[in-house]
């Protein structure tokens, strides 16, 4: 390797020094680069709606929370309107405000997605009041 430099970051990464010594920092660094500005965007939820009961096929309980939101680009320009379902671990944060949410790469065990890889919001940071004009443009 010239002057010892890697050519590659994914060649850094997979290099037998880096792993050896410091696996964890290895994982570290893969998600500080996977999570950059394209992996995070900015979403309002508007309402988040709870639908409970009893599933017909299996008689087991179920809850399902859809928070409906609308989706911003960094100018805070509103892109698209949707229906987000909320997963279990996000239900406690997942209420109407404006966040910086995080994607991951996820594979269902279960649903029409089951086997599948999908992207799914994997994290919601509160954006502060101060931030939000900016964020989000005022209509004249």
Same mark, same amino acid.
């Given at each position: 390797?010239? *002057?010892?430099?890697?050519? *590659?970051?994914?060649? +850094?990464?997979?290099s037998? &020094?880096? /792993?050896? %010594? &410091?696996? *964890?920092?290895? +994982?570290?660094?893969?998600?500080?680069?996977?999570?950059?500005?394209?992996?995070?965007?900015?979403?309002?939820?508007?309402?988040?709606?709870?639908?409970?009961? #009893? &599933?017909? $096929?299996?008689?087991?309980?179920f809850?399902?929370?859809?928070?409906?939101?609308?989706?911003?680009?960094? /100018?805070?320009?509103?892109?698209?309107?949707?229906?987000? #379902?909320?997963?279990?671990?996000?239900?406690?944060?997942?209420?109407?405000?404006?966040?910086?949410?995080?994607?991951?790469?996820? *594979?269902? $065990?279960?649903?029409?997605?089951?086997?599948?890889?999908?992207?799914?919001?994997?994290?919601?940071?509160?954006?502060?009041?101060?931030?939000?004009?900016?964020a %989000?443009?005022?209509?004249?």
């Open positions: 390797m010239p *002057s010892g430099r890697f050519p *590659s970051v994914h060649q +850094a990464l997979m037998p &020094a880096v /792993s050896l %010594v &410091a696996p *964890s920092l290895t +994982a570290a660094l893969l998600r500080f680069l996977l999570v950059g500005k394209i992996m995070q965007n900015v979403i309002e939820i508007l309402v988040v709606n709870v639908k409970e009961g #009893t &599933a017909k $096929a299996t008689g087991n309980p809850k399902i929370c859809e928070a409906h939101c609308v989706l911003r680009d960094e /100018s805070g320009t509103p892109g698209a309107v949707g229906v987000w #379902t909320v997963p279990k671990a996000l239900e406690a944060v997942a209420r109407p405000g404006l966040y910086t949410c995080s994607f991951g790469l996820d *594979s269902p $065990a279960y649903g029409d997605q089951k086997g599948k890889v999908v992207v799914s919001i994997t994290g919601l940071v509160p954006i502060p009041p101060a931030r939000r004009q900016a %989000v443009p005022v209509a004249v």
